[in-house]
């Protein structure tokens, strides 16, 4: 399957201040690229997600950037709040492929 | 629409014995992922079907795990022969035909003692 590098594996940031995830991938077939929030103990939820034809993607304060020429992408949040700590994943579709394959995972701490 | 919907919560097994995990999908979805997801790790894809058919098992242990995903009823991965090693957090996704979106549930909790 795809290969997903994710970076960092934990992240603590300052509530109000900005935290910004990278992934990388290796499949220049890959088309489609979501972003998933895990709190402790629940359920991955979908929070953002963008097609290879578009550079950029914006919700509130989460956005997120990819870069094809590259392979990368990252999801970025501005003014952290403490409800935003929690594992993020990335994940990556290939067209050559059926399934997602995700990151290995970030932990957000916002502290207070 | 009630989400995809996972039971049990929590499976307790001993060694040897059997674990059978149940998947409803949302309602209009046809396609159904099973990830495993291990303490502070990331999610790893296990099979993916879709009704009566097995599309992908790349990523399940050839012995003692089987998927399915009936014509009626929930899709069920079933774990024969547990191992302390299987336990994890069970993962099952839904998606519409033709779409990347996964939806997924709550997760089944397999501890095995």
């Known amino acids: 399957g795809e290969n997903v590098e994710q970076h960092p594996s934990t992240l603590s940031v300052q509530e109000g201040d900005s935290a910004v995830i990278k992934c990388t991938y290796s499949d220049s077939a890959s088309n489609y690229f979501p972003w998933y929030k895990q709190e402790l103990g629940k359920r991955p939820q979908l929070i953002i997600d963008?097609?290879?034809?578009?550079g950029e993607k914006k919700d509130q304060r989460i956005a997120v950037t990819l870069n094809k020429t590259a392979k990368h992408f990252s999801l970025h949040i501005t003014e952290t709040q403490p409800e935003d700590s929690a594992v993020y994943f990335c994940?990556?579709?290939?067209?050559?492929?059926?399934?997602?394959?995700f990151g290995a995972g970030t932990t957000v701490t916002v502290r207070a | 629409n009630a989400g995809v919907m996972q039971n049990p919560r929590h499976l307790v097994r001993r060694r040897g014995q059997e674990a059978r995990l149940r998947c409803s999908p949302m309602k209009g979805h046809s396609h159904v992922y099973w990830y495993r997801q291990l303490p502070e790790e990331g999610l790893k894809f296990m099979v993916y079907?879709?009704?009566?058919?097995?599309?992908?098992e790349s990523g399940m242990p050839k012995e003692r795990f089987s998927a399915e995903f009936p014509k009626e009823g929930p899709s069920i991965l079933r774990i024969q022969q547990v191992v302390r090693g299987d336990s994890a957090a069970y993962f099952c996704?839904?998606?519409?035909?033709?779409?990347?979106?996964?939806?997924f549930g709550s997760g089944t909790q397999l501890s095995v003692l």
């Open positions: 994940a990556v579709h290939s067209s050559n492929d059926y399934k997602l394959s």
């Open positions: 079907l879709q009704k009566e058919n097995i599309i992908d």
């Open positions: 996704a839904s998606s519409p035909q033709g779409q990347e979106k996964l939806f």
């Open positions: 963008i097609r290879s034809n578009v």
